[in-house]
């Protein structure tokens, strides 16, 4: 859930996430925009054809219906069109007296009652003696009406002719293709931005395998990042490969000087240390342990440079079981009085560190054990629970222990706390300089032996 949690957080930073959500971002805007285009357009196509349908309707009603001598409006109109034939269907005409003279109506059969029109003040006619408005029909339902009044014969008897239908009809229609356009729309655009998600994802694949291949080049499985990469990131691999071969090759100077250094100070602090010897006295006892502590110093500075340069590099890796069940067997036969038993970890470990120090460092803590031991000693492998890459190893004894308060004292350099003990007091000292120059912990508890039990925790690569 933790693992999950994290990621969460991380997707706002995440490339991939970016550019998915901005190009998803900009098909529903682009999506949106169609819609309303679309929808606009065909509102307008729609009441265009609706109103040049009305204007049909009402010249052809003009052209159906004349007058009488004695002024009777006169003519059955057929529009062509059955909804006029319909009771209170939305869909009426009708023709009345408009001056003198003139008397009788006809309407469409399927006007069962009369609809009301607003008066020529509200609603005026234009020069060419028509007018539009929209008015509530018969049902409740919303009516557009073309109206015009024209002249019937050379009297100037005139009437009024009146065409109306049913908008709401439209509207219904016009909904009806919106929402149809907007499953459609949804629905290429799901597709569209699935799509464009997948390719995003397989263009972005090369930094996945850049990324895996600095894994492995952290990891210590490759030297370098290889196969072929786009134009786009080549460039950062080469420069990448660079970087690696340069601190390869710093690491390697490093080791170097360190070597050199310590092969030209060794003879000359031997010459120190002898001729202080020989010349005896306050003054060469003087000269011969300055010479031995400064050859000291330099042993332990010329170390810490050495494993300084091999934690910076990025290339080592060490099984840890291997290496431990083989200093086991060692330690085991050099001392077959003591009871040396190894607890392996389930899984394989890899130390991010380089195989002699790692061998040094477990050297010093069980050849430790061994020389206090009473007669058992027991060594353990596991990782660090709530941690992906620590591991612990943890080696204890049934022997005297080392009191509390002077736990910090045995790390000294130099620092024996028994001299009955044959050794040069260097071991526990070098092994927490190695775990410092790592950035481990190196933690010495009383053990459930009785005697005392050293925890050491590294870094392990994934």
């Known amino acids: 859930m933790g693992t999950w949690l994290s990621r969460l957080r991380l997707w706002p930073r995440s490339l991939t996430f970016r550019v998915i959500a901005f190009s998803t971002i900009w098909a529903i805007l682009t999506l949106v925009v169609i819609f309303t285009l679309i929808t606009t357009l065909y509102r307008q196509a729609s009441e265009r054809g609706f109103d040049s349908l009305l204007s049909a309707h009402l010249f052809n009603l003009i052209g159906s219906v004349g007058i009488s001598d004695n002024g009777a409006l006169t003519g059955s109109p057929d529009l062509g069109d059955?909804?006029?034939?319909?009771?209170?269907?939305?869909?009426?005409?009708?023709?009345?007296?408009?001056?003198?003279?003139?008397?009788?109506?006809?309407?469409?059969?399927?006007m069962t009652t009369s609809i009301l029109s607003p008066s020529v003040a509200e609603v005026p006619f234009n020069a060419n003696f028509q007018r539009s408005y929209s008015t509530e029909g018969i049902k409740g339902e919303e009516l557009e009406v073309f109206e015009s009044e024209f002249v019937l014969d050379a009297k100037n008897r005139a009437a009024r002719f009146r065409v109306m239908g049913n908008h709401s009809e439209l509207e219904q229609e016009i909904a009806s293709f919106q929402r149809r356009l907007l499953t459609y729309l949804s629905l290429f655009g799901a597709g569209m931005i699935a799509i464009n998600a997948i390719a995003i994802l397989l263009g972005l694949q090369p930094l996945r395998r850049v990324r895996n291949a600095l894994a492995m080049v952290r990891e210590g499985t490759a030297q370098r990042l290889d196969g072929r990469f786009p134009a786009e990131i080549e460039p950062l691999a080469n420069e990448t490969n660079a970087l690696i071969e340069n601190n390869r090759r710093i690491v390697e100077r490093s080791r170097t000087q360190v070597g050199n250094l310590a092969h030209s100070l060794k003879t000359p602090l031997a010459v120190l240390i002898n001729e202080g010897r020989a010349l005896g006295g306050a003054k060469g006892q003087l000269i011969a342990e300055q010479a031995a502590s400064m050859q000291k110093q330099v042993d332990h500075y010329l170390q810490r440079a050495r494993v300084a340069a091999q934690r910076d590099s990025v290339v080592f890796r060490t099984p840890v079981s291997p290496l431990v069940e083989r200093m086991v067997r060692v330690l085991q036969k050099l001392n077959p009085r003591t009871k040396l038993t190894l607890s392996p970890p389930p899984a394989e470990i890899v130390f991010a560190g380089e195989r002699e120090d790692l061998e040094e460092l477990l050297g010093n803590l069980l050849d430790n054990a061994m020389k206090w031991a009473r007669s058992a000693v027991a060594v353990s492998v596991a990782t660090v629970p709530g941690s992906a890459n620590l591991f612990e190893i943890a080696i204890e004894d049934d022997g005297p222990g080392i009191p509390e308060d002077k736990a910090r004292e045995a790390l000294k350099r130099g620092r024996r706390l028994d001299e009955t003990k044959p050794g040069t007091g260097l071991g526990l000292a070098i092994v927490a300089e190695l775990v410092n120059e790592y950035g481990g912990v190196l933690a010495l508890e009383r053990s459930g032996m009785g005697g005392l039990r050293a925890v050491v925790r590294l870094r392990s690569l994934q």
């Open 82 to 110: 059955l909804r006029f034939s319909e009771p209170n269907s939305g869909w009426y005409w009708s023709v009345e007296p408009a001056s003198e003279g003139v008397h009788g109506e006809i309407h469409s059969s399927s």
